[in-house]
T-cell receptor
């Protein structure tokens, strides 16, 4: 299995809702990432987990809460988002911190 | 930290022509330079990468060259096809923070 699987593919949520994005990989990668991508922009790093521990938080607002339950799963919990948080949320994994990222197809999030 | 510049922002070529995308980086300690292709509605896909101890790498119609002295690297696509149309991102390692830093992207359009 050489894929990173993200669910759901599309999500529409209100500003008072709580939702979660899920990411799964079975490549034995020990680093996992959340990225945010706005239209016509490069991916923007949010969080890095290395060996299931949070190692980088790029000053992301607390309304985004990551979780790594085990080495194959990564969640992003969303609460009280703003319309400007609407974007494509990408999960990625890699064998180590910088080499050979594999990206998922992303979750297209719309906050209304 | 690392800064990556990418040019051009858009590139239009005829089918069969060659396409070249250029990136410069600032961190002289960077040692890994991947290129990603992102099609509409999908996550970025790693297409080729190069490490700092190598000057050139080829994979069928794509090649990457690296000039460490000048701190720039380039993606070369020969015999372009319409299915090469996508957004291409270069990236380089930020050795201080152990993460990838992406360029701003190049939208490549190959016309039949």
């Amino acid at each position: 299995d050489t894929e990173v699987t993200q669910t759901p593919k599309h999500l529409v949520m209100g500003m008072t809702n709580k939702k979660s994005l899920k990411c799964e990989q079975h490549m034995g990668h020990r680093a996992m990432y959340w990225y945010k991508q706005k239209a016509k922009k490069p991916p923007e790093l949010m969080f890095v987990y290395s060996y299931e521990k949070l190692s980088i938080n790029e000053s992301v607002p607390s309304r985004f809460s990551p979780e790594c339950p085990n080495s194959s799963l990564l969640n992003l919990h969303l609460h009280a988002l703003q319309p400007e948080d609407s974007a494509l949320y990408l999960c990625a994994s890699s064998q180590d911190r910088v080499n050979g990222y594999t990206f998922g197809s992303g979750t297209r999030l719309t906050v209304v | 930290g690392e800064n990556v510049e990418q040019h051009p922002s858009t590139l239009s070529v005829q089918e069969g022509d060659s396409a070249v995308i250029k990136c410069t980086y600032s961190d002289s300690a960077s040692n890994y330079f991947p290129w990603y292709k992102q099609e509409l509605g999908k996550g970025p896909q790693l297409i080729i990468d190069i490490r700092s101890n190598v000057g050139e790498k080829k994979d069928q119609r794509i090649a990457v060259t690296l000039n460490k002295t000048a701190k720039h690297f380039s993606l070369h696509i020969t015999e372009t096809q319409p299915e090469d149309s996508a957004v291409y991102f270069c990236a380089a390692t930020d050795t201080g923070f152990q993460k990838l830093v992406f360029g701003t992207g190049t939208r490549l359009l190959v016309s039949p």
